[in-house]
């Protein structure tokens, strides 16, 4: 896939998810698990390829905007707030969740710019766009579920589908 598609998929992929921790919602298994996995799943398979034809700093780039952007999720789960909401687990995003999706966006733009100013941009760098958005939102739900877990909430049972 090009690296147009990548964006654009990250991107409807980010405005879903914001767009659902603005105006809050329930926390089923399923949430927490499907949209992460399906984005690393695609990611590792782009990123497969690209690996083979990058050089060691444009892998060290990577480390560091993959340790960037898990940080910015972590702290993103820390931010949401949770409830109980008809017996079930309810979250919903603080102004400091939108801040640090805005961080998050900012990174992976920023580290686009600077590796080609570092000289270290390649393949890699626009093949990673999914994987990175997957693992960011993997690190906010698993501290959501931790919270979650912590605080005795139990996650919302998904509605058997037809």
């Known amino acids: 896939m090009s690296t147009l598609v990548f964006i654009l998929i990250g991107a409807l992929v980010v405005l879903r998810v914001l767009g ?7 926390v ?3 949430s927490l698990v499907l949209m ?3 984005l690393i799943v695609l990611g590792l398979g782009s990123a497969a390829s690209a690996i ?7 892998i ?16 993103r789960g820390a931010s949401t707030r949770l409830s109980l909401r008809d017996g079930a687990l309810f979250q919903k995003g603080t102004a ?14 920023g580290a686009a710019f600077l590796g ?7 393949t890699l760098t626009s093949a990673t766009i999914l994987l990175l958005f997957g693992a960011t939102i993997a690190a906010q739900n698993a501290v959501i579920y931790l919270r979650a877990q912590q605080q005795r909430l139990p996650l919302a049972v998904a509605a058997p589908r037809r």
């Open 96 to 109: 400091l969740t939108l801040v640090l999706w805005l961080a998050t966006i900012g990174v992976r733009v």
């Open 28 to 30: 089923t298994a399923r």
């Open 36 to 38: 992460p996995a399906i």
């Open 60 to 75: 060290l780039f990577f480390l560091f905007d993959a340790v960037l952007v898990v940080g910015l999720g972590l702290a």
């Open 52 to 58: 083979g034809l990058a050089r060691p700093g444009e």
């Open 20 to 26: 659902k921790q603005l105006v809050g919602s329930v």
């Open 116 to 122: 080609q100013s570092l000289g270290v941009e390649g």
